[in-house]
């Protein structure tokens, strides 16, 4: 019961990749002690050299920790995480954590089983996702959309308010998976139209810069041309800050949140094949702008067959 008596709470993250790190490096900045588990050794090396202490396990993670973090590739290795002997729900009699917020762009269905199995357990859950890649997180910038209990948003939104630039509240449990998902939604439908319109402005004759600095000053702006758009013209698809595997994975959550709500998706439907070509193509590890480059396959493919 020692670890509740000290000033600043101690925060455990179970998944030490890109935001994991990003996240813990600013926690240790800010004075938190940092627990980690990772099954990656490298992953557990990089967080030890930022300052943190890397264990081997979730449930060392939760009995170690007031607050337990989870940032992993999807929400279903989050449940896994928290089941059997080692999971952090395992935890020891007397040494519950007193949270469990899960960072990971979660399908919110999943976000709400998490939270009943935490429940039974006695422990606050908050799906409490990112708006924002590790770049930003690194910087301190970024959105939280948070779901669960009040209580439990209150517990770490001072914690977030120096992690991040913004936060929102929108509910309960699954209320911020939900939220997360339609946002990237939207992000993985701008790459496509971005994609698309640059391809259209340079094929009619404008010449790229012009084109690009027009759109940036113009109705027509956006985050994603601003950040997108520049790595699409300059073919700068390697160093992604997320991949295209990534936003294929995040379309279809929006796919598959659309079916379950039965909401009309005739712009996803379109954008899907997209990603789908991509990784079938193997830029599935590229940044995500590389959808650019599926038009420009199609465009060569369209050539071909005329000749």
Known sequence: MAKRTRKKPIVGFIGLGLMGRAFSANLIEDGHRVLGADPDRTAREKFKRLGGEPVLSPREVAEGVDFVFISVPNS?????????????????????????????????????????MCKKKGVDYLDGCISGHSE?????????????????????????????S???????SGAGATMKVVINYLTCLQRCAIAETLRLGLRSGVRGDILLDALQRSAATS?????????????????????????????NLGMTLAKRSQSLT???????????????SGYGDLDSAVVYKVYEDREKK???RKQ
């Open 136 to 164: 930003n997180v690194k910087n301190r910038v970024g959105l939280l959309v948070a779901g669960g209990p009040l209580r439990a948003y209150k517990k770490v939104a001072p914690i977030f308010a120096k992690l991040l």
């Open 223 to 251: 985050r994603q041309l601003h950040t997108r758009g520049p790595r699409m013209l300059k073919r700068r698809f390697a160093k992604p800050v997320s991949t295209v595997a990534v936003l294929h994975k995040d379309i």
């Open 166 to 172: 913004d936060q929102i509240y929108c509910g309960p």
């Open 76 to 116: 279903k290795i989050s449940i896994q995480a928290a089941r059997g002997k080692e999971g952090f729900l395992a935890f020891a009699k007397g040494r519950a954590p007193a949270l469990v917020c899960d960072t990971t762009t979660a399908d919110p269905a999943d976000s709400r089983r998490l939270a009943g």
């Open 266 to 280: 005739p712009v996803g439907e379109a954008s899907l094949p997209f990603y789908e070509e991509a990784i079938r």
């Open 302 to 304: 369209k050539r071909r």
